[in-house]
């Protein structure tokens, strides 16, 4: 008997308590032609990060693979060698996060191609700054024999 009377009160006590309404408020933004566009919300994402011996791009996409924002070495200012360097990883990766707040972008998967110094600079930076790093998966193409030799030449 008291049983019931005490999940009847528990019952009625969450009935009472007053439910926040919560006012969906749909985040705009201005394009570059003066529109206004409703930016949808991405929780889910995937993170290519191309490392090449002679610069770095980092491109964050929703689950389908639609770009929401990138950046590389050389749009961020870096020139000549440069480009290629853990640090100018980590300011693309600062750069990019930027970009995608608005989207609200937390959990991403990675996929790496290629072996050039800013790979590692990439994914640390992506690590620390505030996304949940789902899985990271190297897409590196391996060369499996090479090519055909020339013939062998006649003297």
């Not at 009625?12 to 969906?24: I, L, N, T, W």
Request: proline fraction near 5%; include cysteine; charge should be positive.
């Amino acid at each position: 008997m008291t049983d019931e009377i005490i999940k009847t009160e528990v019952a009625e006590d969450v009935v009472a308590a007053p439910v926040a309404s919560k006012k969906v408020d749909a985040k705009t933004l201005r394009t570059a032609k003066g529109k206004k566009r409703v930016i949808r919300t991405v929780p889910q994402g995937r993170a290519y990060i191309h490392a090449s011996f002679n610069n770095t791009i980092v491109t964050l996409c929703d689950a389908n693979g639609n770009t929401i924002a990138w950046a590389s070495a050389g749009n961020c200012g870096f020139k000549g060698p440069k480009k290629a360097t853990p640090y100018a990883a980590s300011v693309i990766v600062k750069k990019v996060t930027d970009l995608v707040a608005p989207y609200g972008l937390k959990d991403i998967s990675v996929f790496v191609t290629g072996i050039g110094n800013g790979r590692d600079g990439a994914l640390r930076a992506l690590n620390g700054s505030g996304f949940n790093v789902l899985s990271i998966k190297d897409l590196t193409p391996v060369a499996h024999n090479g090519c055909r030799p020339r013939r062998a030449r006649r003297v």
